[in-house]
């Protein structure tokens, strides 16, 4: 059974920064791009960052500069660490497998002060 399971989510100040983890189980990563996607509450679902299995990265105009996607394969685990975070990031981030219908569950990041 594929699992997704993001977790590092919280409650921090706007500044601050959050490390966010995907970790995978039933599947590996490697070879895999992977997605992170964030949803605000009352918006759609939105394309913050993705990792491909040779590690080039893509970044929402929204976070770039600011977040860092990253992958280990050998933890089969996918970061995304915020830094400088802005009120208008909270949101849940989820994860996902590019090309299949893998999600996680999300984690919340609530950025206020």
């Known amino acids: 059974q594929v699992q997704l399971m993001e977790s590092g989510g919280g409650l921090v100040q706007p500044g601050g920064s959050l490390r966010l983890s995907c970790a995978a189980s039933g599947i590996s990563f490697s070879g895999r791009t992977v997605n992170w996607f964030r949803q605000a509450p009352g918006k759609q679902r939105e394309l913050v960052a993705t990792?491909?299995?040779?590690?080039?990265?893509n970044y929402a105009d929204s976070v770039k500069g600011r977040f860092t996607i990253s992958r280990d394969n050998d933890k089969n685990t996918v970061y995304l660490q915020m830094n400088s975070l802005k009120p208008e990031d909270t949101a849940d981030y989820y994860c996902?497998?590019?090309?299949?219908?893998?999600w996680g569950k999300g984690t919340l990041v609530t950025v206020s002060s």
């Open positions: 990792i491909s299995s040779g590690g080039s990265t």
């Open positions: 996902k497998i590019w090309r299949t219908d893998y």
